[in-house]
């Protein structure tokens, strides 16, 4: 008897609390307070991360346009370090064969103007050819300008080789523009910070206080 009394004491106020609120009976569960406000804060956050990812990987690769710049650039220092061992020198046959590879190296010349990698290797290669063709035919080798120009013809070819793949050498200028982007949208995500920490605490404060 008394535990039909209570159940049914039970069912009547469950009666009574629905009639009195029958529309939160199925309300959709409320979020914390501030919630909003952390997810903001949050996303603030994640930019700026992603920001300094972006810089970071800028930065690289601007760092290997400039070094593969620097690759392709050097073929032409050699070719101008040659012509000068040659036309200094002193001997006919050496100033002859600075002129007879003056083509060659004209056309490494602007192949390295337009940073293009594989076209500077194959001139510097062809003037290489040249350089030890000439100085065979003039008999130039055994000339001090010879002798040395025949050293820089085999550092022109191992140099040939290794600027063949630097073909980020014309992209110098397009990854600093990206660099420089990427550094404005960092500073802007960084400045976004903290205003939205700072709405986040203060919606704390408001709670605790």
């Not at 007879?100 to 192949?111: D, G, M, N, S, T």
């Not at 001090?144 to 040939?160: F, I, S």
């Amino acid at each position: 008897m008394k535990i039909r009394t209570t159940a049914a004491a039970a069912l009547l106020a469950a009666s009574a609390l629905a009639a009195l609120a029958p529309s939160q009976a199925f309300a959709a569960p409320q979020a914390p307070p501030c919630t909003k406000k952390n997810i903001a804060y949050l996303d603030a956050q994640n930019h700026h991360e992603d920001a300094e990812a972006k810089v970071t990987a800028a930065e690289q690769a601007l760092d290997r346009a400039k070094a593969d710049r620097a690759k392709v650039d050097r073929l032409a220092e050699l070719g101008e370090a040659l012509d000068n061992v040659l036309t200094r020198d002193g001997s006919d046959r050496a100033r002859s064969v600075a002129y007879k590879i003056h083509p060659e190296q004209y056309v490494l010349a602007q192949a390295v103007w337009k940073h293009d990698a594989v076209a500077s290797a194959d001139a510097a290669v062809k003037l290489a050819d040249a350089t030890e063709k000439e100085l065979k035919d003039q008999g130039a080798q055994g000339t001090l300008g010879g002798n040395r120009a025949g050293e820089y013809v085999k550092v022109l070819r191992a140099d040939a080789e290794k600027a063949r793949s630097a073909t980020e050498a014309p992209n110098v200028e397009a990854r600093q523009a990206d660099l420089d982007a990427a550094r404005a949208e960092l500073t802007k995500a960084a400045k976004a910070v903290r205003p939205a920490r700072d709405t986040y605490r203060d919606c704390l404060d408001k709670l605790v206080n």
